[in-house]
């Protein structure tokens, strides 16, 4: 029976974990906050604070740390200090690892950095002892186990044909599409993804402003569009900003490291100058908003 461990388990860590154990893959979580570690004891779940006990008592690890947006550029702190912990415990291992990244990185970033400190830690040779896999992750924060128990697809980007390998096995009882990739093409297609939702959501904040200044119903012209099936309705509902955890932070990181490449990414651009827009106009509401006495 394969287990595998989760490093870092926040909202996609647990629902990671948490959904292998619903397919009957023994999950052993690890953080570094001993009150998140506690709530998932207390649902029956095995959990430690130490990524070597974790990385030892599994055949496949998942790296879930955060990866947040600073300066509107990528912070991997938190994943190279995860990192280096993972190589550390895996100098200790005399059997095969498969190492799998679900943190959102920019293109390249597994290749370039996080393998170098793997091989760097453990003193083992990417490929040949250990495996390492690109494995995006595409949940909602509200719902997020259900979507991962249900995905949309399933995206391995594979260092090697046997990292790839061991990687599908383990979603062999999903019913899904399961799409094999390099690294590079798996972290694109997840900053991909979220910026077309981004985008969406700036184009329709546009076309709300428009309908406003032309007094016509947003709703009904946005809800008219979506019942195109290429549409949708998800990001067509104008006159608010995109928040959250994932999508603000993706298309800053994204749009910085696009520039860094001498590219003038300007649709990219637009509908982050869009959303800071409505954010500011938020911010000013709430602050002329009258307070309630108590």
């Known amino acids: ?38 709530g998932i004891k207390a649902e029956g779940c095995e959990a430690t604070q130490n990524v070597e006990e974790a990385v030892k008592a599994s055949e496949i690890s998942f790296i879930c740390v955060q990866t947040p ?11 190279r200090k ?19 990244i679900r943190s959102t990185v920019l293109p390249t970033t597994t290749r ?39 995905p949309w697809r399933i995206v391995i980007g594979q260092l090697d044909q046997r ?12 019913n899904a599409p399961k799409i094999r990739a390099s690294l590079e093409e798996a972290e694109m297609i997840k900053y991909v993804s979220n910026m077309f939702l981004t985008t969406k959501i700036s184009f329709f904040n546009e076309i709300f402003a428009i309908c406003k200044k032309l007094r016509l119903d947003p709703n009904l012209i946005a809800e008219a569009t979506a019942l195109d099936p290429r549409i ?9 900003p995109f928040r959250g955890r994932c999508l603000p932070k993706d298309l800053e990181a994204f749009v910085s490291f696009i520039k860094d490449m001498k590219l003038n990414p300007k649709i990219l651009d637009s509908a982050l100058s869009i959303n800071r827009r409505l954010c500011r106009a938020e911010e000013i509401r709430s602050r002329k908003a009258p307070r309630t006495r108590p």
């Not at 993972?86 to 190492?99: I, N, P, S, W």
């Not at 949708?232 to 608010?240: E, L, M, T, V």
Request: glycine fraction near 10%; include cysteine; hydrophobic fraction near 35%.
């Open 112 to 150: 370039r950095k996080i393998i170098p400190i793997l091989e760097r830690y453990s003193g083992l040779k990417a490929s040949k002892d250990f495996g390492v896999c690109y494995n995006p992750e595409f949940m909602r924060e509200a719902t997020a186990l259900e979507d991962f128990l249900n």
């Open 82 to 100: 995860a990192t280096e912990q993972v190589g550390k415990a895996l100098r200790e291992k005399d059997d095969y690892h498969l190492v799998a």
């Open 163 to 174: 990292s790839g390998d061991e990687l599908e096995e383990l979603y062999s009882t999903f």
């Open 1 to 38: 029976m394969v287990r595998i461990s989760i490093i870092g388990s926040g909202v996609v860590g647990k629902a990671t974990g948490q959904g292998f154990r619903k397919c009957g893959i023994q999950s052993i979580f690890c953080d570094i906050d001993r009150m998140k570690l506690e």
């Open 232 to 240: 949708g309705k998800y990001g067509i509902y104008g006159g608010r």
């Open 69 to 79: 947006t600073f300066k509107e550029r990528i912070d991997l702190s938190h994943i």
